[in-house]
């Protein structure tokens, strides 16, 4: 009898356990319609001041949901009038005259004024401290409003790609995104809780479009197996930039692949031992086959690169590149020991990867492997958080090695080419070559549409030459949702666009 | 208690104190001018001496101003809002099911002692004792998150948003850190209870003519808890330190998280902070295990 | 010492037995390599070439756990011995001369021990980075204070007794009392205590690995197979239970060996 009611008791806990837990499960999936959540890998910048974040490619494609530009872009690559109706350029492409369009409001409901463009450009471009915020933006020499709706914005040297540029967010006169976040776009801010989430919501009176859903939350989930286990339950209705490996697992969702626009490669730090010896740098390029890179670690999706630019950009884009180091063994092991290692003293180097970033990883671990292989490269991953990657590889350049993905914050050639000019502020991997920075002004410069490809071009041609870094691919973008879920659309940048995403059903 | 909090938190702070690197250059990036540091440094208050700032840094604790976290230049307090409650509800809710669990089972066992179900249940109070809680974590999210579709892995619900879905979603997590505690202390209770039943005063109850049942009700059980309430006690440190991995398991926005989180990004202050609290939530409920025992038994005396 | 002949004993030493073959085993052969990684095998299921399947990458399981029980039982062996050896002199001392040492060393030893030693090895690893050698030095630091205190006690107890005064009259110095007198004499305590410890160092490494601040990818860990293996629960649930198995199987011999020896399972 006793026995009974002991068992019985157990019996009861262990329901009573269930029960709750069941209970709960109809409680989560029964989100409210016109609610969607997100997973992101990673938290967003400390700051979300749309001119300083821009370097952190998570916080940015969370903020093209709430802030624009005079001009942004569209899914097709086209720039399309956002905050300005329309714009003309002068001769010397020195000059540009924006017209704003009627009606724009911030969040907090006032009205865009030519106040608050010319605002917004001082500060991006840094007129007044001497020190541009948005890096693009260092060629501007003056911003003035001409009256009510015209602003009209100078260059110190002339400048075709500039209409890029000015997807710089427009935040009203005088504030400070510290203080408060406010823009213009289909979403406002609500509220962030670190390591946890960011919530943004419909911004009713939004000049264009209205976004399709309430409310998104971007939770953070830092965890790629996790985020997997989330998408698999339906705690979350969305993530963006799995993996083949991750995306096969949840066939039973909706599965949409594109790619992810970035230029991911084993980024080599130029300036320091031993990767300042350049044949140690082709050695690694010959060694590492990109195809097997591919096929170990992203299950064969993905588009193999040479060079540091992507298919999307089109008549930039050289394919010619790609193969340039054929996968070539034993040349590698000849340029390794004409740099003085052996099979007894192999070449040591660490490379330096986000953890969060499960491709990346995973590209790490395949290319160590294919370096073990060789007999004389030890080469050992060294995981990171995303926030100390970016102070301490990235902008203290304190690194051998790392893995990431370089991606466009701008439509433009210069987006990705730029960074390896000699003393460009973001040349994190000490690229120096005087070729390099005569083809890359010579580019900038150019009104031709063909000079300026076939320099930008040269560009490219001269980092592949030099072996700068050992390129490998632009990451297949694995997009899974749930099966409810309708209107993700990839842009040829690294955004994440939620107005046109809705539930159905 | 008071001298063991001090010299805890001294440790901490003093620990942090230590580390290479400096907050200012991890704040001010790449290019900075050695000025620029030093009044950065003048002006954080970090150029002045050790024991005043961990002065200054424990009042502040104390009246609940812990500092600016350097990731998120939002006060401490903030960073953890929300998230203390999570590690929290999750630790007392493990250490309410260990003790659920395991007294019931303890005495349901030393009573029933040599039988078939006494002698299964020791063998595989074995076997999940040697389960880490994290294993147990994935296992439930298979079998019971996925196969069996009771919880949403990855659902986790605020307090604020449900509180019976918040709670109901913690109760795997909170299984996954209480099972193998809860098996140590039925094994412990259960021998604790057997070693009572060899004593004198036990077989001149015995020889009363009471039942095995009645002694063991109303005069071994109270001697036997004794051992086993401060090791209950004791335990929490462990669930606490369990659930800062199984919140990872479940994908828990508790302090586990933000903790693995603010280590990776040198947040010194959060974690400083989050480290402290537990330690004073350990030395705390040590604190309150002898108050209870010395309560049961006055002979007891703590110093 | 006298061995108990009970079961739990047998079974301890069985399981254990088993595991350390394997082991060493491990550590001169494997079927594969546990790196080498094979685009065509990608997430197979077990099968007589691979026993218990490949990951995403193509590696074989079983390889990859021989070698991740290996390196997580070098970690755990020796974190008991930084433990214990620093633990018997700081324990002996303190036990054997006691005053205002012993009092600072005990309180130093209460304050240590009011931390969950995870979060401990976590910021310890946090101030001084990840990897192997670091863990070793973390939880090996960590785990001095536990056996110092049994260490000193035992100490503390046997000075008192008959032999260690005949040995004293017979002319013998403090330090060969302590050492050569005392400690054998110690070690049957000692012994399921280390068996305990060693299990608390699995699990540790274990737990930290699996938060991916242990052993650093793509060499083998059981702690981060289980992190990695909890993606593909649903299709590949045996990569996890595999994993977490050997984990199990490790802190199950160790444990039933420390109990047959006398020990209070889980009380270090």
Known sequence: MKKRILTLALAVIMTAALLTGGGQSALAADGSAEEITVGIASDLDSSLDPHVSSSLAGTREVLFNIYEGLLKPDTQGNLIPAVAEEYTVNDTA?????????????????????????????????????????ATLAGV????????????????????????YMTAAIIPEGSDPADGIVGTGPFEYVSRSPQENVVIERFDDYWGEKAKCAKVTFRIIEDGQAMVMALHSGAIDLAAHLDASQAAELSELNVLEGSMNLVQALYLNNARPPFDDARVRQALSYAIDKHMVIDLACDGHGTALGSSMYPAFGRFFDEELTDYYAPDLAKAMELLEEAGYSQSDPLTFTIAVV?????????????????????????????????????????????????????????????????????????????????????????????????????????????TENAANVYIQDLADFVVTQTDIQGYQFYPLYVMDMANVCRVG | MLVTLLLISLLAFLAFQLIPGDPVTKLLGSDYTPERAAALRHEMGLDRNVLVRYWEWLTGFVTGDMGVSYNYGMTVRQVMEGKGAVTAALSVMAWLLVIAISIPLGIALARWQGRRLDRVFVAMNQVFMAIPPFFL??????????????????????????????????????????IPKAAMVTKLLRSSILNQMNEDYVRTAYSRGNSRWSVLKDHVLRNALLPVITFVAMTLADIVAGSIVVEQVFALPGLGRLLLASIGNRDYPVVQCIVVIIAFIVVFMNYLADIVTQTIDPRIRLG | MRLRHNKNFTWGAAITAVMLLVILVGMVWTPYDPNAMDGKAKMLAPCLAHPLGTDNFGRDILSRIVEGAGATFVIAAATVAIGLAAGLVIGGLTGYYGGWLDEVMMRLNDAVTAFPSILLALVLIALFGGGKYKIIVALGVLFIPSFARIVRAEVARQKSLDYVASARLMGAGDMRILFWHILPNIVPVLLPSVAIGFNNAVLAEASMSYLGVGVKPPDASLGRMLNEAQGYLMSAPWYAISAGTAIILLVLGFGLLSEGMGGEYGAA
């Open chain 1, 94 to 134: 020195d000059q540009y005259t924006f017209t704003l369009r009627e009606g724009v409001r911030f969040h907090d409901g006032r009205e865009v004024t030519v106040g608050d463009v010319v605002y917004s450009l001082t500060r991006a471009a840094g007129l007044e401290t001497g020190e541009p915020l948005v």
């Open chain 1, 141 to 164: 020499s003056s911003v003035e409003a001409t009256d009510d709706s015209t602003v009209v914005v100078s260059l110190s040297a002339p400048d075709a790609e500039f209409p890029a």
């Open chain 1, 355 to 463: 953890e969060a970033y499960t491709p990346h990883m995973n590209t790490a671990q395949a290319v160590v492997e294919l370096l073990r292989q060789t007999g004389m490269v030890e080469a050992e991953i060294l995981p990171m958080e995303n926030a100390t990657w970016y102070s301490e590889a990235y902008q203290g350049r304190d690194f051998d090695a790392t893995i990431t993905g370089m991606d466009a914050s701008t439509l433009t050639a210069s987006a990705l080419l730029a960074r390896f000019v000699s003393d460009n502020a973001k040349n994190f991997i000490g690229f120096a070559s005087e070729d390099y920075d005569a083809a890359y002004a010579a580019a900038v410069s150019s009104t031709d549409a063909d000079e300026q490809t076939a320099q930008f071009k040269a560009c490219e041609r001269i980092l």
């Open chain 2, 137 to 178: 974590g994935i296992l439930f999210t298979y079998v019971f998150g996925l196969v069996l579709k009771l919880f949403v892995p990855g659902g986790f619900v605020g307090p604020d948003k449900s509180f019976w879905g918040f709670l109901g979603y913690l109760i795997f997590p909170a299984l996954a850190i209480a």
